[in-house]
T-cell receptor, first 115, second 115 residues
Framework: KAGVTQTPRYLIKTRGQQVTLSCSPI?????VSWYQQTPGQGLQFLFE???????NKGNFPGRFSGRQFSNSRSEMNVSTLELGDSALYLC??????????????FGPGTRLTVL | AQTVTQSQPEMSVQEAETVTLSCTYD???????LFWYKQPPSRQMILVIR??????QNATENRFSVNFQKAAKSFSLKISDSQLGDAAMYFC????????????FGTGTLLAVQP
């Protein structure tokens, strides 16, 4: 099976712009989770989508949003970018059976730089 | 709220030797899952090993094994016969059993392998 793919791999934006990142999960996986990784804050959970519905959300401002399509592909959007949004954004997919403790498989990440 | 602590920011091991990475966590839950992920310089997060809290037997995967002490809330990773390719950042992560796939990560331990 193909792994989790994320596009684009690298992105440079300026403050105030918005950005959309994409994640394609492993075939058959219905859950997609997003994480932000920064040197200062480490790995932080953004949100999880399962069957096109947001199942959980981390402690991030409303500028961070996401969605999931019927084919389980997911996008996350960050509006009005700030310098502090510079980070590696990781997407993880899993079958979606959270009740039995899914193992999440990660994509290669999107490196976002905000100037 | 659950927390995960990795008290060793950096570790070093000689090739072919054994090293143990420490992880402690805090939770009031009785049923949960613990993971070790490896993040090499490529930044791709790779699953190393998984442990179900209800299983007393420690998980093993080839050269990787864990020492899971539920009462002490400790979950250490032992790497035997260390190889140069084991050099990476290692993250301990906690997952509640329930209706979400939110992983809670520790701050990581950077492992160097000396030839």
């Amino acid at each position: 099976k193909a792994g989790v793919t994320q596009t684009p791999r690298y992105l440079i934006k300026t403050r105030g712009q918005q950005v959309t990142l994409s994640c394609s999960p492993i075939s058959g996986h219905r859950s997609v989770s997003w994480y932000q990784q920064t040197p200062g804050q480490g790995l932080q959970f953004l949100f999880e989508y399962f069957s096109e519905t947001q199942r959980n959300k981390g402690n991030f401002p409303g500028r961070f949003s996401g969605r999931q399509f019927s084919n389980s592909r997911s996008e996350m959007n960050v509006s009005t970018l700030e310098l502090g949004d510079s980070a590696l954004y990781l997407c993880a997919s899993s079958p979606g059976l959270a009740a039995v403790g899914d193992t999440q498989y990660f994509g290669p990440g999107t490196r976002l730089t905000v100037l | 709220a659950q927390t995960v602590t990795q008290s060793q920011p950096e570790m070093s091991v000689q090739e072919a030797e054994t090293v143990t990475l420490s992880c402690t966590y805090d939770t009031s839950e009785s049923d949960y899952y613990l993971f070790w992920y490896k993040q090499p310089p490529s930044r791709q997060m790779i699953l190393v090993i998984r442990q179900e809290a209800y299983k007393q037997q420690n998980a093993t995967e080839n050269r990787f094994s864990v020492n899971f002490q539920k009462a002490a809330k400790s979950f250490s990773l032992k790497i035997s016969d260390s190889q140069l390719g084991d050099a990476a950042m290692y993250f301990c992560a906690y997952l509640s059993r329930g209706a979400t796939n939110k992983l809670i990560f520790g701050t990581g331990t950077l492992l160097a392998v000396q030839p």
